[in-house]
């Protein structure tokens, strides 16, 4: 049984950071990717970054690029999400999902892809 444990939300001001983490335990990920995604009320879940185990090719959606970075830790199975120059529309629940399988570079972006999600950790962005 995989499972993801998000950490590291909370309540920022605009401009502020924020860096959140993603354990996963029950799986060591040799092939695969972990991704970020987030969902706003109201909104359908959209993504936001996306990392591979093998290589640690990255990417990113384009409202994020530049402004968070993502990066993992293979030694500790984690995955974290930096987030800095933080805006209110970035406020949202943000979860994290894990697939151990072949990489697509187009279905990484796609929530269907993954196998296995976080429960979610709140981001909040204050104006």
């Known amino acids: 049984q995989v499972q993801l444990v998000e950490s590291g939300g909370g309540l920022v001001q605009a401009g502020g950071s924020l860096r959140l983490s993603c354990a996963a335990s029950g799986r060591t990920f040799s092939t695969g990717a972990m991704g970020w995604f987030r969902q706003a009320p109201g909104k359908e879940r959209e993504f936001v970054a996306a990392i591979t185990w093998r290589g640690g090719n990255t990417y990113y959606a384009d409202s994020v690029k530049g402004r968070f970075t993502i990066s993992r830790d293979n030694a500790k199975n984690t995955v974290y999400l930096q987030m800095n120059s933080l805006k209110p529309e970035d406020t949202a629940v943000y979860y994290c999902?894990?697939?151990?399988?072949?990489?697509?570079?187009?279905?990484?972006?796609?929530?269907?892809?993954?196998?296995?999600w976080g429960q979610g950790t709140q981001v909040t962005v204050s104006s």
């Open positions: 999902a894990g697939a151990g399988k072949l990489v697509s570079d187009y279905l990484i972006r796609r929530t269907g892809w993954y196998d296995y």
